[in-house]
Every structure is written in C-alpha cells, then in structure tokens.
C-alpha cells in the first residue's frame, strides 16, 4: 500500500525511528502490537 508519506514522516507520526520503518518494509521486523492501529 503506498500512501505518499516519507519514512521519517512515518516514523514521527507512529513514534519510532526511521531505520525501524525501514526494517518494516524489508520484511525484517514488524511493528508491535501497541503502534498498529485500527483504520
């Protein structure tokens, strides 16, 4: 899904870094539980 936001502004509105935005879309870590919100 593509919602033509940057990672670091992403990151700033869930709370976390940029490097762990990035590892999300990498598939390497996913977010926890508490930063996932229902749309």
Do not use: I
């Not at 670091?8 to 539980?33: C, D, F, Y």
């Amino acid at each position: 899904m593509r919602l033509g936001v940057r990672q670091a502004q992403l990151a700033r509105v869930v709370g976390v870094s940029a490097m762990a935005v990035t590892q999300w879309e990498r598939g390497r870590s996913s977010p926890p539980g508490s930063t996932a919100r229902p749309s």
